[in-house]
Nanobody, 123 residues
Framework: QVQLVESGGGLVQAGASLRLSCAAS????????MGWFRQAPGKEREFVAR????????YYADSVKGRFTISRDNAKNTVYLQMNSLKPEDTAVYYC????????????????WGQGTQVTVSS
């Protein structure tokens, strides 16, 4: 079956960096657009970044633009989220998600989800 497994979360101070990874299995990875979303306590899940199947097209939420970078390695079936200059408001559970063909900004459009990884940024 399809599995998406996130890793790399943790507790850091404001200004620090983290790199999240999401390893996919059970699907033809190169056929899926990938997205990162996050959900803070009491809030709805929100779009963070997405990347096209070949990796050539990326989109970011305004709140992370210039600080976060999404990338993928289709040979390793893995998508990454490099997070720099972290802020307390970035604290959330981060999820990766897979969607066939063209990506979306909408969580409900995605076909598969990982279990999430906690990122906590202290001030």
């Amino acid at each position: 079956q399809v599995q998406l497994v996130e890793s790399g979360g943790g507790l850091v101070q404001a200004g620090a960096s983290l790199r999240l990874s999401c390893a996919a299995s059970g699907l033809t990875f190169s056929g899926y657009s990938m997205g990162w979303f996050r959900q803070a306590p009491g809030k709805e899940r929100e779009f963070v970044a997405r990347i096209s199947r070949g990796g050539g097209v990326t989109y970011y939420a305004d709140s992370v633009k210039g600080r976060f970078t999404i990338s993928r390695d289709n040979a390793k079936n893995t998508v990454y989220l490099q997070m720099n200059s972290l802020k307390p408001e970035d604290t959330a559970v981060y999820y990766c998600a897979a969607k066939t063909t063209i990506g979306s900004f909408t969580p409900t459009a995605y076909d598969y989800w990982g279990q999430g990884t906690q990122v906590t940024v202290s001030s």
